[in-house]
């Protein structure tokens, strides 16, 4: 059974989230701060995170920071209407998604699901288990990204944006084609989520991200990772 923790110290919205979760059949953990969140996932690991931003203790986005140090766990974090610095910022601490509240069942399970079928999706690894451009290198039969001899770690969503690259270098890929393959049809528009994940993966991946040679910008078309010159 998917299990999820649901984090935010407000009982409100803790027994909506709750209530509406088990309803779809997911096995549903609680915790109030950030702290109480880490000791739980690091006890009982789960499929997916929902983490609200102001808790006391420890908010959502110190949170969401120390677990990205050491599991790739889908995060959606939970932001207040209208507070576009928090969505921003939690997705550059890497959030794989955010839910504004107030927000509905129907938008919160429709979150759940496609956050859930990005992460379980079964890889394609083609013929190769291996793929390099440059001085990067990717495993796919292990989900592992190296730079060099440097091990990168990729949150959940970050790995699979990287792989629409990999698997088609040398074509460029506008934003609509990206959010659609990665976030998922009804992700189209959502312009924002790619920019800072397009932003995040740069400094991860390259050498100078404002001069990047692995995922290039071309203006008012999108992205490519370019064929490599021989």
């Given at each position: 059974m998917t299990k999820i923790l649901i984090v935010d110290d407000e009982p409100r919205y803790l027994r909506l989230l709750e209530a509406n979760l088990r309803?779809?059949?997911?096995?549903?953990?609680?915790?109030?701060?950030?702290?109480?969140?880490?000791?739980?996932?690091?006890?009982?690991?789960v499929?997916?995170?929902?983490?609200?931003?102001?808790?006391?203790?420890?908010?959502?986005?110190?949170?969401?920071?120390?677990?990205?140090?050491?599991?790739?766990?889908?995060i959606i974090i939970l932001t207040a209407k209208g507070e576009e610095q928090d969505r921003v910022r939690g997705l550059d601490l890497g959030a794989d998604d955010y839910l504004v509240k107030p927000f509905s069942a129907t938008e919160l399970l429709a979150r759940v699901r496609a956050v859930l079928r990005r992460s379980q999706a079964s890889k394609d690894i083609g013929q190769n288990r291996f793929?390099?451009?440059?001085?990067?290198?990717?495993?796919?039969?292990?989900?592992?990204?190296?730079?060099?001899?440097?091990?990168?770690?990729l949150s959940a969503t970050e790995y699979r944006l990287l792989l629409q690259f990999a698997h088609n270098v040398g074509t460029v890929l506008s934003a609509e084609d990206l959010l659609s393959a990665v976030w998922g049809a009804e992700y189209r528009n959502d312009k924002e989520i790619?920019?800072?994940?397009?932003?995040?993966?740069?400094?991860?991946?390259?050498?100078?991200?404002?001069?990047?040679?692995h995922i290039v910008t071309r203006s008012g078309l999108g992205y490519l990772m370019p064929p490599l010159e021989n």
């Open positions: 309803t779809e059949g997911y096995e549903v953990l609680t915790a109030t701060d950030g702290l109480q969140a880490i000791e739980t996932f690091s006890a009982t690991p499929d997916l995170i929902l983490m609200d931003v102001m808790m006391p203790k420890l908010d959502g986005f110190s949170a969401c920071q120390r677990i990205r140090e050491f599991s790739n766990v889908p793929f390099e451009h440059g001085n990067l290198r990717i495993d796919f039969a292990r989900a592992e990204v190296w730079r060099g001899n440097q091990p990168i770690f790619l920019w800072v994940s397009i932003a995040r993966l740069r400094q991860k991946l390259e050498e100078d991200p404002h001069n990047p040679k």
